[in-house]
């Protein structure tokens, strides 16, 4: 994934004696350089022609003359251009990403566990089989209604009992790598994707999805990313690409 965000501060240009004492023409340019290294992931083929046109130079030459009295501002090996503080605020990025995205799946890993062990615990057997029993009185209800011809989703054993063991690691996967996509910010949205999760195993379990939909599904979710209420967007996804409906 491509970096967006890097910190360049002010003052770290303002107290530069060699940027102080440039021309504009000279400051635009190697601005301009800067900013284009940071998002070409720090580094360029040095082109002057090229670098010319992206600076707004007027003739080829006018950035040969600026770019000698700044090139000692850069690396240049091999034909490649680089800047250091560009360097090193990309490689700083990378790194923040990088524990964000761990701190995420650890997060979700938690949670599960969590989720897990709550379920066997002695204290929620009864709530177990209270829910058992709901589910299999909802299947009944399900299976004798002649009007549908789809059943509404459960989450009974039975299903879970033909559900294979790549579909549970991907199961487990797929719930890890939604909530580091989009992090849920309300209870109500982790218990979205939850149900999102099961709706998904038992449509597997019924053959009415294989374990494609799991990828597929989480392309949604980058594609919800981009909105301003991700989790809302790709409920919305859903339901129109898959006819989701919640419980």
Known sequence: MKIRFVQLESDAFLTDMDFVQMSAAERGVYCSLILFLTSNDGRCRFDPAALGRLCNCERPEDFQQIWDRIAKKFQ??????????????????????????KAGLNTAKKRWHSDSTANSRPDSEAI??????????????DTSNTNTTEHAPSV???????????EQIAALHFNEALVNIIQPRTQSDRTCFHNVTNWLVEGCARGRFNEAIFA?????????????????????????????KQE
């Open 128 to 141: 177990a089989k209270e829910r058992k029993g709901n589910v299999i009185e909802k299947e009944r209800e």
């Open 156 to 166: 009974s054993s039975p299903v879970r009992a033909r559900q294979t063991p790549s």
């Open 76 to 101: 240049t090996r091999q034909g490649v251009i680089r800047h250091k503080r560009v360097t090193q605020e990309l490689t700083r990025a990378k790194r923040l990403r990088q524990a964000k995205r």
């Open 216 to 244: 597929r599904v989480l392309d949604y979710a980058k594609e919800a990313r981009r909105g301003l209420r991700p989790a809302a967007v790709f409920m919305a996804l859903l339901k129109k690409e898959l006819r989701y």
